[in-house]
């Protein structure tokens, strides 16, 4: 007899001996094999029905879908037709505004003596309690909305407006800046072009004149030369040559204010050597 029982328990007998099976784990375990059996069935035959519906339609006969067919478009009732020969249907009636009730009171105006009218008296505190101020006197509800409306007399004229376009201002010449325009390659590149380009004049040679000529110039935004102009010179043709060197240099790279390309004034001395 214990041999039978030893051979009829299933796992979660062994696992739940001696302990709480009304817990609910039990329970769970012991439901879980049938519950997820039945799943996978209704499943299956759930996916099985979905792949036959096209052939199962199919064979519907065509009679009874074209007769399907027709009871839907009886449900689909036309709107009735329209008589052109019948008039329109008359406008609804107008909306009486109720008048506001005002009274005349006009700003006083500076004119000649003969275009003087005669004078009017103002309104008094309680007439104007009752109306509105207005440039005509009118009967009308106290209580009615008032609506501002301008006189056709008073009416601003639109005057057309000329657009006078403005002369084009030279932009700022800036003396000190966030970032000094450049030469192209840098200090040592500019070097080697003043070297390379700058011819001593004969006359400074022969009159053994030697020195550096201070040279001043606005760089552009876009990086060209102007405006130059010699703040000290050494004569003897020198600062001739001084500004033909400079006149003849590529494009700097022009300096920076704020993030934005400014024009820059910038002081250049060239130094005259005799070997």
Aim: charged residues 25%.
């Amino acid at each position: 007899m214990a041999e039978n029982k030893s051979t009829a328990m299933t796992l979660d007998d062994i696992v739940f001996e001696n302990r709480n099976k009304a817990y609910g784990a039990y329970d769970l375990r012991k439901v879980y094999r049938p519950t997820l059996t039945k799943s996978v069935l209704i499943g299956g035959a759930i996916f099985v029905l979905a792949m036959l519906s096209p052939a199962l339609i199919s064979l519907i006969p065509k009679e009874e879908e074209e007769q399907f067919m027709q009871e839907i478009d009886l449900m689909k009732i036309p709107p009735p037709p329209i008589d052109p020969n019948e008039p329109p249907p008359p406008p609804p009636p107008p909306i009486e505004v109720p008048k506001v009730a005002t009274i005349k009171f006009l700003p006083p105006e500076v004119k000649k003596d003969e275009e003087v009218p005669e004078e009017t008296p103002p309104p008094v505190v309680e007439e104007l309690e009752k109306a509105v101020v207005a440039d005509k006197t009118q009967e009308g509800d106290e209580n009615a909305q008032e609506a501002i409306v301008a006189p056709e007399e008073t009416a601003p004229v639109k005057e057309e407006v000329k657009v006078v376009e403005a002369a084009p201002v030279e932009e700022q010449i800036f003396q000190v800046v966030e970032q000094n325009p450049e030469f192209p390659g840098g200090m040592a590149a500019l070097g080697q072009y003043l070297g390379k380009n700058l011819k001593y004049p004969a006359a400074a040679s022969r009159a053994n004149v030697s020195g550096r000529v201070f040279l001043t110039f606005v760089v552009n935004t876009d990086g060209s030369i102007q405006d130059i102009q010699v703040l000290k010179g050494l004569g003897f043709g020198c600062d001739e040559e001084a500004q033909r060197v400079v006149k003849g240099m590529p494009k700097w790279k022009p300096g920076k204010q704020s993030g934005r390309n400014v024009r820059v004034k910038y002081n250049l001395p060239i130094s005259f050597v005799l070997e």
